[in-house]
């Protein structure tokens, strides 16, 4: 399996920047792709930017502000958020896709993060 440790939430006023890094160990060979995700409370968890595998993708919400990155020999994925906005507190976690392992949907996607905690004041 893979494990996932997001960090580099925290508090920052509007306008500001933080950059989530999530670190993947174990059977990193697994990951054919890799997801940023957020929830915010009472809210579903939606998807904010994923690499695919060749690129990276980011929602239109998130377009201009937020910016996906790996570092692939460390096994480190990025996401660079600046000119956050209220709304975009939540609860910020990782979720990688294992297809290169496993064809059982449960086991692809079943690797979470604990998740990272970004709150942005206005």
């Known amino acids: 399996q893979v494990q996932l440790v997001e960090s580099g939430g925290g508090l920052v006023q509007a306008g500001g920047s933080l950059r989530l890094s999530c670190v993947a160990s174990?059977?990193?060979?697994?990951?054919?792709?890799m997801g940023w995700y957020r929830q915010s409370p009472g809210q579903e968890r939606i998807l904010v930017a994923a690499?695919?595998?060749?690129?990276?993708k980011v929602r239109d919400f998130a377009k201009g502000r937020f910016t996906m990155s790996r570092d692939s020999a460390k096994n480190i994925f990025y996401l660079e958020m600046n000119f956050l906005r209220p709304e975009d507190t939540a609860v910020y976690s990782c979720?990688?896709?294992?297809?290169?392992?496993?064809?059982?949907?449960?086991?692809?996607?079943?690797?979470w993060g604990q998740g990272t905690q970004v709150t942005v004041s206005s």
């Open positions: 690499w695919t595998g060749s690129d990276f």
């Open positions: 174990g059977d990193t060979v697994c990951i054919s792709a």
């Open positions: 979720n990688a896709d294992l297809q290169k392992c496993y064809s059982d949907y449960g086991r692809r996607f079943g690797s």
